[in-house]
């Protein structure tokens, strides 16, 4: 039987972040909403990636809720480094920006945050985030975890 907190199916986010011309998108799936008014959302982000030094570096991001049809990019974006690649020249799908935010076009929606204060939680940041703005794009199931198992893309 798996641990209890792999057993809930959760939703797979991905985070736009920028600062000047750098950019990068990531996986992340330690994301939950924790007020209704104002609306915040708390998200962990892993230590020491570069995910991380862009947000330390521009608060404001992108969060976007992933679609069932975009499970192929949990590799890109989930297993491979910002350090090491340029994860969004690599990617093969659609992007968009909204103001100086790229965004996956074929995503459910996306949610413009901008992180508020930071908690260091072990080895993630648990960053608490204002929503500013946000967008439906598309009305296809999102992708969660669940649907990662049985593709065997995660095991837990």
């Known amino acids: 039987m798996q641990r209890p907190w792999n057993r809930p199916s959760l939703p797979v986010y991905s985070l736009s972040t920028c600062s000047g011309e750098n950019r990068n998108m990531n996986i992340c799936t330690y994301v939950t909403s924790i007020s209704m008014q104002p609306k915040r959302y708390i998200i962990g982000v892993y230590k020491q990636t570069y995910t991380l030094k862009l947000l330390q570096e521009q608060p404001e991001f992108l969060l976007q809720l992933l679609s069932e049809k975009q499970y192929r ?10 350090y090491q690649h340029n994860k969004i020249i690599k990617l093969k799908e659609p992007i968009a920006y909204f103001q100086y935010h790229a965004y996956l076009e074929h995503a459910a929606a996306f949610i413009l945050c901008r992180a508020k204060e930071w908690t260091d939680a072990g080895d993630h940041y648990a960053i608490l985030c204002d929503v500013i703005t946000y967008r439906n794009l598309n009305p296809d199931p999102i992708l969660t975890t669940d649907f990662l198992r049985k593709k065997k893309i995660i095991r837990a």
């Open 73 to 82: 990019l949990v590799q890109l974006l989930g297993k491979t480094s910002g």
